[in-house]
C-alpha cells in the first residue's frame, strides 16, 4: 500500500475514536461542570434558608420570653406594692398571652400565695421543691429564669417555668412570680413549607437541657444535648452556623443558632440535608441517565460508523495484500520475472514494449546499479545489444502466440559468467520474459569446496573443544583399543595417553585398574550405561573420578563402541564431607547436635551387643536457665551456652559423645560400661566441673549449676528410644529433688538420687 493511503486509513483508523472520545469526554466535563455548579448553588440555597429560619426564629422567641418576663415583672411590682397581685383580669377573653397556661406567686417559704387555678391540691399549694425557686431563693438568677421542662403536679403535662423573683418589705428574698407554659408554644412557629418534615425547631438553656424541640410531628422535652455538636458550636461562638448529625433522631441537618443571653437560652433552627437536597439528587440523576443515554448514542454512531471504517479498510487491505503477496512472490523467485505490455502506433504496428513488472532479480541481473525497469519500454530499460534480440523474440511471441525458450548469455553484462535460460510466454496483450541460472557446475564446485572447508573447520573445533574441558574423553571400539583421547588424559594420566590412540586399555592402565574398569566396561558394550566412581593415584595426585560409560550405538541399535567420560570430583566429595560435618554439629557450642545423637546412639547400641559391655546416656538441663535469659539477656546467655559446653567438653572422654539436644538441655552417651556405677563417676565430674563460677565478658560473673538424669543399658534389645526417655525421666526426678544432683534411671538402678559430687 502506498505510503499516503497507509497514512490515511491510519488517520481514519485513529480518528473515529478520537472524536469520538473527545466528543464524550466534552460531553462529560460540560455535564460535571453543571453537576459540579448546581451542586454548589443549592449548598447556598440551604445555608441560606436556614439562617433565615433561624433569624426568623430566635426573633419569635425573644419576642415572646420577653412578652412574658414585662408580664412577670408588673405582677412582681404589684406584689412588691400591694402585696397580692390582680389576677383575675386572666380569666377575661382575649386577656391572657398565647401559650401561658397558669400564673401564680409564691412567698419566700415556697408556699403558693395566690393563682390563678382555683382549689389547688395540697401536692400542687408549694413550690419549694421545684428548680426555679430554689435558683431564686440562693440568689443563682438575676432576671427572667426560664427554667427545665417539668411535668405539672395538676394536670400532669409538660410545662415550661418563667419565673422571676420578687423584693419583701425588708428589701430582701420575698418569694417569685411563674408564669407556666406550654412548651410545645415555643416551637409553634414551625412551618413544614418552610422547614419540611425533617426540619427542626428547638430552644435549650444553657444548661443543655431541651426546653423544646420540633422536627415535624415529633416534639421533645427535657433530653441533655451537652456532648452533642450544638454544645461545643455555642463554646467557640455565640451565634453560627454547621453541619451535624442529631444524635436523637440521627438525620443529618444544616443547623444555625443563636445565643439569647438575657435569657440564657439557645435558639436554633436546622434543614434536614438530604431533603432538601432531594430535588438537587433527582436532578443529577436524571442528568446522569441523560448522559449515559447520550453517551450510549453517541458509542453507537461512532461504532457503526467504525464499522464501516473497518470494512472499508479490510477491503484497502484485501487490495494491498494481493498486490504485495503477487510482489512478495515475484520478489522470491530465483529466477528474473519481467512482464511487458505492447506499445503501438496509430496503424496498430508494434513499435515498443513497456515494462509494467520487474522483480528484485530481474533488476540485479538486467540493470545493475540502475533503476528498475518499471515504467520505461524495452529499449530505454536494457542495454541494446541485449535489448534488440530480446524486442524481437517478445514480438515473435505476441504476435503468434507461441512460447520461446532459448539460451541467454548474460556474462558480458555483468562482468562474471551466467548463462541463463531464458522463457517467454503470452500474457494477455503482452509478454512475460523469465529468467533462470542454469550456471550448475561452478555453484556445486564452489559449494563442494565450501562444505569442505566447514568440515575441516568443525573437527578443528571439536578437537579444540574436547581438548579444553576438564573432564577426561576417551572413545573404544568394541576390542576396548582408543580411537580417540582429549588432551586432559595425558595431563592426569601421564605422557603416555597423548599418544594413546591404536592402543588397548590392557597396555595403558596398570592391571590392577584394569581388572576393576573391565566389569563396567562389558556391561556398556552390551548397551548399558554404567556410571560409578572411583580414586586413583594421577600426575596430580590422589582425585577422585565420576566415571560414565556410554555405549555407542550405531542406527541399527548395535554397540560399536564406548565412551567414557571421567569428571574430577575430588573438591565436590570433600565440600560434601564438611557438608555432613556441619549437619551434625551444634553452631552455638561446637558440640555435636540432636541429629547426630540420633545417628550415633544406634551405632552404640549395635556396638554394645556385639562387645558385651553397656551403653549409658546422661542428660543434663542447666538449672534455671531462663532466669539467666530474662534478666541478663539473651547474648549473656549464648555465653553461659558455650562456657558450659566448654567444660563439658574437658570434663568427657575421647571417644564418648557430647550433644546439645535443644535449648540449655545436653546429652553425653557413654560406651564401654561394666556397670551403671560407671557412670555416677562421670556425672560427680559433670557436676564438679561446673562448681566453679562463670566468668564471662564484661565483668558477668555467674553460678551455674545443674541437674541429671542417668540411663544404663546392658540389654541388647533396648531401643534407643526407651533410654533416652528413662535419661529424661530421670532428669526431671533430678529437678524435683532440688536440682543441682543426678539421678540414676530405674533401668540401672532403683530411681533414688546419688549423692551429690
Not at 430554689?134 to 427572667?144: F, S, T
Not at 564484661?698 to 546392658?714: I, K
Request: hydrophobic share 45%; glycine share 8%.
Amino acid at each position: 500500500m502506498p505510503v499516503s493511503n497507509q497514512r490515511s486509513a491510519l488517520a481514519l483508523r485513529l480518528g473515529l475514536p478520537g472524536l469520538g472520545l473527545l466528543l464524550l469526554a466534552g460531553l462529560w466535563g460540560a455535564l460535571a461542570a453543571f453537576l459540579h455548579f448546581d451542586s454548589q448553588r443549592s449548598e447556598e440555597e440551604l445555608r441560606q434558608r436556614v439562617l433565615g429560619a433561624a433569624s426568623g426564629y430566635h426573633a419569635f422567641v425573644k419576642s415572646n420570653l420577653g412578652q412574658l418576663d414585662l408580664l412577670l415583672r408588673a405582677l412582681a411590682q404589684q406584689v412588691q406594692q400591694h402585696g397580692r397581685p390582680e389576677l383575675d383580669w386572666f380569666g377575661q377573653p382575649g386577656a391572657r398571652p398565647a401559650g401561658l397556661k397558669h400564673v401564680y406567686v409564691t412567698d419566700a417559704q415556697g408556699k403558693i400565695v395566690a393563682s390563678d387555678i382555683p382549689n389547688l391540691s395540697e401536692a400542687a399549694s408549694t413550690a419549694v421543691d421545684r428548680p426555679y425557686f430554689q435558683q431564686h431563693r440562693m440568689g443563682q438568677v438575676r432576671g427572667l429564669f426560664v427554667g427545665p421542662p417539668t411535668q405539672s403536679r395538676v394536670s400532669g403535662e409538660w410545662r415550661l417555668h418563667l419565673s422571676r423573683a420578687w423584693t419583701g418589705p425588708d428589701g430582701g428574698f420575698g418569694g417569685v412570680v411563674v408564669a407556666s407554659i406550654d412548651p410545645a408554644y415555643l416551637t409553634s412557629a414551625y412551618s413544614r413549607s418552610q422547614l419540611g418534615q425533617s426540619g427542626l425547631l428547638g430552644v435549650v438553656g444553657l444548661d443543655w437541657l431541651v426546653r423544646a424541640r420540633r422536627s415535624g410531628d415529633q416534639l421533645l422535652f427535657g433530653e441533655s444535648i451537652r456532648n452533642g455538636q450544638l454544645y461545643r458550636e455555642v463554646q467557640r461562638a455565640p451565634e453560627g452556623r454547621f453541619e451535624a448529625r442529631s444524635p436523637l433522631d440521627q438525620l443529618e441537618r444544616q443547623v444555625a443558632y443563636r445565643l439569647l443571653p438575657e435569657f440564657e437560652v439557645v435558639s436554633y433552627a436546622a434543614l434536614g440535608k438530604d431533603e432538601f437536597l432531594a430535588p438537587l439528587h433527582a436532578r443529577q440523576r436524571r442528568l446522569l441517565g441523560i448522559g449515559a443515554v447520550a453517551s450510549l448514542a453517541l458509542l453507537a454512531a461512532f461504532w457503526a460508523l467504525s464499522g464501516v471504517s473497518r470494512r472499508l479498510e479490510r477491503s484497502r487491505l484485501a487490495a494491498a495484500r494481493a498486490r504485495t503477496l503477487f510482489q512478495t512472490s515475484a520478489d522470491a523467485q530465483l529466477d528474473a520475472l519481467l512482464i511487458f505490455e505492447p506499445q503501438r502506433d496509430a496503424q496498430g504496428r508494434l513499435v515498443n514494449l513497456r515494462c509494467v513488472h520487474a522483480n528484485r532479480a530481474a533488476c540485479e541481473w538486467l540493470a545493475p546499479g540502475q533503476a528498475s525497469p518499471e515504467g520505461r519500454s524495452l529499449l530505454e530499460a536494457l542495454p541494446r545489444e541485449l535489448a534488440a534480440p530480446l524486442f524481437t523474440q517478445c514480438c515473435a511471441v505476441i504476435e503468434t502466440g507461441q512460447p520461446l525458450v532459448a539460451d541467454l548469455d548474460l556474462s558480458p553484462l555483468l562482468g562474471r559468467r551466467l548463462i541463463a535460460s531464458q522463457h517467454i510466454v503470452a500474457v494477455g496483450e503482452g509478454a512475460a520474459l523469465s529468467l533462470r541460472d542454469i550456471t550448475k557446475l561452478r555453484e556445486k564446485e564452489s559449494e563442494a569446496l565450501y562444505n569442505a572447508r566447514v568440515a575441516q573447520r568443525s573437527e578443528r573445533l571439536l578437537a579444540a573443544l574436547t581438548d579444553a574441558v576438564p573432564v577426561m574423553l576417551v572413545h573404544l571400539n568394541r576390542e576396548l583399543r582408543v580411537t580417540f583421547a582429549n588432551d586432559a588424559c595425558a595431563r592426569w594420566l601421564g605422557p603416555a595417553w597423548a599418544m594413546a590412540e591404536g592402543k588397548t586399555l590392557h597396555e595403558l592402565l596398570p592391571p590392577e585398574i584394569y581388572a576393576a574398569r573391565l566389569p563396567h566396561l562389558q556391561r556398556a558394550l552390551r548397551g548399558e550405561m554404567v556410571e560409578f566412581v572411583s580414586e586413583r593415584q594421577t600426575e596430580l595426585g590422589d582425585r577422585i573420578f565420576k566415571n560414565s560409560y556410554v555405549p555407542d550405538l550405531d542406527p541399527f541399535g548395535r554397540c560399536e563402541g564406548v565412551y567414557t567420560v571421567s569428571a574430577d570430583v575430588t573438591e565436590l566429595k570433600q565440600t560434601e564431607e564438611r557438608l555432613a560435618e556441619l549437619a551434625f554439629t551444634d553452631t552455638l557450642t561446637g558440640l555435636r547436635n540432636r541429629r547426630f545423637v540420633a545417628d550415633r546412639l544406634p551405632q552404640m547400641l549395635s556396638r554394645a551387643r556385639r562387645t558385651g559391655l553397656g551403653v549409658g546416656v546422661i542428660y543434663l538441663d542447666i538449672d534455671r536457665f531462663k532466669r539467666v535469659n530474662d534478666e541478663q539477656g539473651h547474648a549473656v546467655g549464648d555465653a553461659v551456652l558455650q562456657e558450659f559446653a566448654r567444660r563439658l567438653r574437658a570434663a568427657t572422654r575421647l571417644h564418648d559423645v557430647a550433644a546439645r539436644f535443644a535449648g540449655d538441655e545436653f546429652v553425653v552417651l557413654l560406651e564401654d560400661l561394666r556397670q551403671p556405677e560407671d557412670m555416677v563417676a562421670v556425672a560427680q565430674k559433670f557436676l564438679a566441673a561446673l562448681r566453679p563460677n562463670f566468668e564471662l565478658a564484661e565483668g558477668v560473673r555467674l553460678h551455674v549449676s545443674a541437674s541429671l538424669g542417668l540411663a544404663f543399658s546392658a540389654s541388647a534389645d533396648t531401643p534407643p528410644e526407651a533410654l533416652l526417655r528413662e535419661a529424661d525421666a530421670a532428669l526431671y526426678e533430678a529437678k524435683g529433688r532440688g536440682r543441682d544432683t543426678y539421678v540414676l534411671g530405674a533401668g540401672g538402678a532403683k530411681v533414688i538420687p546419688l549423692a551429690r559430687g
